[in-house]
Every structure is written in C-alpha cells, then in structure tokens.
C-alpha cells in the first residue's frame, strides 16, 4: 500500500535561557523523508554539528531513494542499511570539519531520522531525541535514548521516577560527529492511515509528558507543534526545543 498523503510539519525555538539554537531539522516530502538533530559542542560547535547532519544526510538519502522504494520486503535490510550508512556518512564530514578547526573538536549531534517506504516507516536513531508513534489516541516510543542515564535504568540501577530528576540525565552515550562512525540504531515498523509521527529533541520531550504529547496531536494533528513548543517553554525552556510531526492518511 502506497500512502496518498503524507505530510509533515516542524518547528524549532532557542528556548528561554540559551543564546543560540543548536537544533536542526529537516522535512522532504518529495521522498518521505524526516529528521530531527540536536546538537552540542562550544563554540557555534553544535549548531554547526545538527545543520552538517541534516544536509548530509538527506543528501545520502535523495542520491538513494529511488533504490530504496523498490524494497520488497519489510523489514528490508538493504535500506536499514543505508540509512545507518546514510548516518555515518554525515558523521565522518562531521568529524573531518572539527579536525579542520581545532575550536570545534568534540561537537557532535543527535539524529533521528524516518523514511516512509509504501505502508511501513524506517528509522535510523543515534542520541537522545526521539521518535514516537501516536496512534488511536496511544503513544509509542519507538527509540531507544543513548543516554547514560537511561543505560542504568535498563541496568536496574536507577528507577524511571530517579532517572527524571537525575543531575545527569543530559549526558548522551552516543552522537554523530564525536567519531568517524558511530553505532546506529535501525528499525522499520508498519503504518496504518491517522497514524501520526513525532520526531523531537529532548528541549521538548524532556519537559512534556507522554500523556501530554499523544492529547495534544490527536487533538490537533500538525497543528499541535506550536503549542507544544509554547508548553516547554512555559516550563523553563531551559534547552532549545524541536518538534516535527507527520501525519499518514490513505
């Protein structure tokens, strides 16, 4: 099954303590493909680091996508694969420019990223933004955060309730750039028509709950992106806060 309409709406906001923004995120609807990169790094480092991402990797994407759409089988390795290379591509001009630039060494990003192939979505993901599916009125997240608090909650170290208050909960276990490559988590997962999709930063899912996320767009569909960028900042927006959505219709 093909999806007559597919159509995504993002927005990003500097928040209300940080001076600059160092998300970036992407929306190409000529071949369904979304991503959302938060980056990190001084010196201009992570806004440099998320913008770099997404260009590479859309770049990797579109120069594949005709390749990708003739997949026959779901999961298909072949575009789990290119789109963790399509990652990792990105990441090696990331860590090529901080070589360039000795003030930029360390940056990095996150990156979430979806390709929607007939009726079934592929993403890769490295970091801690996330991507979730809202459907029913129920939400799923469907990534796994490389962070080092959510690594001792899997542990059994820390309980969920201890990791939301943790002083360390910002503190990622992986990001593009950092090294030439890195390791990228695939997936794919079918669709069904009213299906919506959100691709955030933490500046968003950090300071809103689950609960809060699947009203607001079951609610509101696209239009519910501004007013859950207006939520985090109302509470504290401490970070800066990206939040694209898609929705899938026959």
């Given at each position: 099954?093909?999806?007559?309409?597919?159509?995504?709406?993002?927005?990003?906001?500097?928040?209300?303590?940080?001076?600059?923004?160092?998300?970036?995120?992407?929306?190409?609807?000529?071949?369904?493909?979304?991503?959302?990169?938060?980056?990190?790094?001084?010196?201009?480092?992570?806004?440099?680091?998320?913008?770099?991402?997404?260009?590479?990797?859309?770049?990797?994407?579109?120069?594949?996508?005709?390749?990708?759409?003739?997949?026959?089988?779901?999961p298909d390795p072949s575009v789990l694969s290119k789109l963790a290379d399509s990652i990792n591509y990105a990441s090696s001009k990331i860590y090529?420019?901080?070589?360039?630039?000795?003030?930029?060494?360390?940056?990095?990003?996150?990156?979430?990223?979806?390709?929607?192939?007939?009726?079934?979505?592929?993403?890769?993901?490295?970091g801690d933004s996330r991507l979730y599916l809202i459907r029913q009125g129920f939400i799923y997240q469907m990534t796994f955060d490389h962070s080092?608090?959510?690594?001792?909650?899997?542990?059994?170290?820390?309980?969920?309730?201890?990791?939301?208050?943790?002083?360390?909960?910002?503190?990622?276990?992986?990001?593009?750039?950092?090294?030439?490559?890195?390791?990228?988590?695939?997936?794919?997962?079918?669709?069904?028509?009213?299906?919506?999709?959100?691709?955030?930063?933490?500046?968003?899912?950090?300071?809103?709950?689950?609960?809060?996320?699947?009203?607001?767009?079951?609610?509101?569909?696209?239009?519910?992106?501004?007013?859950?960028?207006?939520?985090?900042?109302?509470?504290?927006?401490?970070?800066?806060?990206?939040?694209?959505?898609?929705?899938?219709?026959?």
């Amino acid at each position: 099954m093909k999806f007559s309409r597919v159509k995504g709406f993002g927005q990003t906001d500097v928040g209300r303590v940080r001076s600059a923004n160092q998300d970036s995120f992407l929306i190409d609807e000529e071949v369904d493909f979304y991503i959302v990169a938060d980056g990190m790094g001084g010196h201009a480092g992570g806004e440099i680091a998320s913008s770099i991402c997404v260009e590479k990797v859309q770049e990797r994407i579109r120069s594949e996508s005709l390749s990708m759409s003739r997949a026959l089988q779901h999961p298909d390795p072949s575009v789990l694969s290119k789109l963790a290379d399509s990652i990792n591509y990105a990441s090696s001009k990331i860590y090529e420019h901080s070589l360039e630039d000795p003030s930029l060494r360390g940056m990095g990003t996150t990156a979430t990223a979806v390709k929607i192939i007939g009726d079934h979505a592929y993403f890769a993901h490295v970091g801690d933004s996330r991507l979730y599916l809202i459907r029913q009125g129920f939400i799923y997240q469907m990534t796994f955060d490389h962070s080092l608090v959510n690594e001792q909650v899997r542990a059994g170290v820390l309980t969920p309730e201890e990791a939301e208050t943790h002083h360390l909960k910002n503190v990622i276990t992986r990001s593009v750039g950092y090294q030439e490559e890195e390791d990228v988590d695939t997936s794919c997962f079918s669709l069904e028509s009213g299906d919506f999709l959100l691709l955030c930063s933490d500046g968003l899912h950090g300071k809103i709950t689950n609960a809060e996320i699947s009203n607001a767009i079951t609610q509101k569909g696209l239009d519910s992106i501004p007013e859950l960028v207006n939520l985090a900042n109302e509470r504290g927006g401490e970070d800066n806060i990206t939040g694209l959505v898609i929705k899938v219709e026959k």
